[in-house]
């Protein structure tokens, strides 16, 4: 039994990581019906730069405020400079080019930090906290509530707030929007600053268990992709779920199995997903009438 709950305990904490990863996917898609593959690469500015920072001196909750403001505005850049200017392109088009940010993100923190695997001191100590047999970590709790945190505060944002409401008429239909006096190209800004922030956040929160260095974006992003289409791309509560239940799945399969095998876990689910529920768990099914 302590043995099923330690399992439990690592999946759901990997899982909160996915699910504000994903998050971060729902954030953009439903301004912009975009999937950003750059996601995974705030996670790691957010851990790195926060590293960097504090090992030059600065106070750790100090340097993660730098850090997700600065990612932030890496990602109204990356709005501005790059999605912006092909507005009108294919979707496709568009995804390809958040690729292409991606490995040029990527790159850069090789050169502007190094290859080096980094961490630093959790924010609550290293004292494990016990649970009928099971162990977890003070920052693990950190992670947890990060994203439930997160996602209140999204699901407020969404459906509370005439702005939130402005991003999903936006997503909905562009130019209707532009007609009823809705600022697109404020959405669109918004979004992207709200998504790359929520990624260095899950950065910020999970370096001190799983460190960080320049190149663990691309996985992070995969899976997080993952996560957003279990639960129903562009659904918030679905993120959360989702990033869980990927959690979950990959703690189980690393406990029973085998680690080797817990990253195909991602890649089951997305071709489940594929295949038997397009729409995802809390996806909502469309219709087109011909």
């Known amino acids: 039994m302590s043995e099923l709950l330690q399992f439990l ?58 850090a997700i403001l600065a990612t932030a505005a890496i990602g109204v850049a990356m709005n501005k400079l790059t999605i912006e200017p092909a ?9 390809i080019i958040t690729i292409g940010v991606s490995i040029l993100i990527r790159g850069a923190a090789q050169l502007i930090f190094d290859k080096q695997i980094h961490t630093y001191p959790a924010f609550s100590g290293d004292d494990p906290i016990h649970i009928l047999g099971a162990t977890i970590l003070p920052q693990s709790l950190w992670v947890i509530l990060g994203a439930v945190a997160v996602f209140i505060g999204l699901w407020l944002f969404f459906t509370r707030t005439l702005l939130g409401r402005a991003v999903l008429a936006t997503s909905n239909n562009r130019l209707a929007a532009q007609l009823v006096g809705i600022n697109t190209t404020f959405v669109m800004t918004l979004s992207f600053a709200l998504s790359a922030g929520i990624g260095a956040l899950a950065g910020v929160l999970v370096t001190p268990i799983t460190m960080v260095s320049y190149d663990v974006g691309l996985a992070l992003a995969l899976k997080g992709f993952a996560a957003a289409m279990l639960g129903g791309m562009g659904n918030p509560k679905g993120a959360l779920v989702g990033g869980l239940v990927l959690g979950l799945l990959e703690g189980l399969t690393a406990g029973y199995l085998s680690s080797q095998y817990k990253d195909a876990a991602a890649f089951i689910v997305i071709l489940a997903v594929l295949f038997f529920m397009p729409q995802g768990l809390f996806g909502r099914k469309s219709t087109d009438r011909v």
Do not use: C, K, W
């Not at 909160?16 to 019906?33: C, E, H, K, Q, R």
């Not at 593959?37 to 920072?53: D, P, R």
């Not at 507005?87 to 568009?94: D, K």
């Open 9 to 66: 305990l690592s999946g759901v904490t990997v899982g909160a990581v996915y699910a504000l990863v994903a998050l971060g996917f729902t954030i953009i898609y439903n301004a912009s019906d975009v999937v950003n593959f750059a996601q995974g690469e705030f996670v790691m500015l957010g851990g790195m730069i926060t590293f960097f920072l504090h090992a030059a001196g600065a106070p750790l909750p100090l340097a993660a405020v730098i």
């Open 87 to 95: 507005r009108g392109a294919p979707v496709v088009s568009l995804v």
